[in-house]
């Protein structure tokens, strides 16, 4: 069965500095993996999604997220964050655009001046 | 940009009652689905809707629940007969029928049982 683990439950950044939130997942074939984000009182908004092609993956926001198989990892980066970041992260992966999302736990960013 | 939008924000109910949720997916989307995250923990899938007939659906989706495209707009929840360990956030999302898109989730109903 799919799974995936967002290690970090909390973690905090000062404005500025760069950001690096942990995501494993256990699939069997090639995964479509993707990053969300859940402002408080929003909906899920996707940062960036990984379906093929290049590892690295660029996402909105300033955003990007490295795929790696032989690590069943897809690390979501940024390199400066900035106080809107505040927030709460989900990675999830999926057969397809489509078909039933798995989602992490979720990371809490917080971030101070 | 279009929206999945969800009514409503909040609701409280009492135990054993009838509760629907209001979902509008984005208007050219046609996969629907639910999903829920009791609080603390995941964000867990409940029912995929496609083409007038549920998809795919979890264990958690059991006999209690239904689902219903009422109109060309509409996608709704029903949970029958709450119990507690129906409060949880809901989440109603949409996604287009190609390959390799991506599913667009709306802000929510938080949904407390007493």
């Known amino acids: 069965a799919q799974s995936v683990t967002q290690p970090d439950i909390h973690i905090t950044v000062s404005e500025g500095a760069s950001l690096e939130l942990r995501c494993n997942y256990s699939y069997g074939a090639t995964p479509y993996l993707f990053w969300y984000v859940q402002s408080p009182g929003q909906g899920l908004q996707l940062l960036l999604k990984y379906f093929s092609g290049d590892t690295l993956v660029q996402g909105i926001k300033g955003f990007e997220a490295e795929f790696k198989r032989s690590q069943s990892s897809f690390n979501l980066r940024k390199p400066s964050v900035h106080w809107s970041d505040a927030a709460e992260y989900f990675c999830?992966?999926?057969?397809?655009?489509?078909?039933?999302?798995?989602f992490g736990k979720g990371t809490r960013l917080s971030v101070i001046a | 940009e279009p929206e999945v939008t969800q009514t409503p924000s909040h609701q409280v109910t009492q135990m054993g009652q009838e509760v629907i949720l209001r979902c509008v997916p984005i208007s050219n989307h046609l996969y629907f689905y639910w999903y829920r995250q009791i609080l603390g923990q995941k964000v867990e899938f409940l029912v995929s809707f496609y083409n007038n007939e549920i998809s795919e659906k979890s264990e958690i989706f059991d006999d209690q629940f239904s689902v219903e495209r009422p109109d060309g707009s509409n996608f709704t929840l029903k949970i029958r007969s709450t119990k507690l360990e129906d409060s949880a956030m809901y989440f109603c999302?949409?996604?287009?029928?190609?390959?390799?898109?991506?599913?667009?989730f709306g802000p929510g109903t938080r949904l407390l049982v007493l």
């Open positions: 999830a992966v999926g057969d397809s655009g489509n078909t039933p999302l798995v």
């Open positions: 999302a949409s996604s287009p029928t190609e390959m390799g898109e991506t599913q667009y």
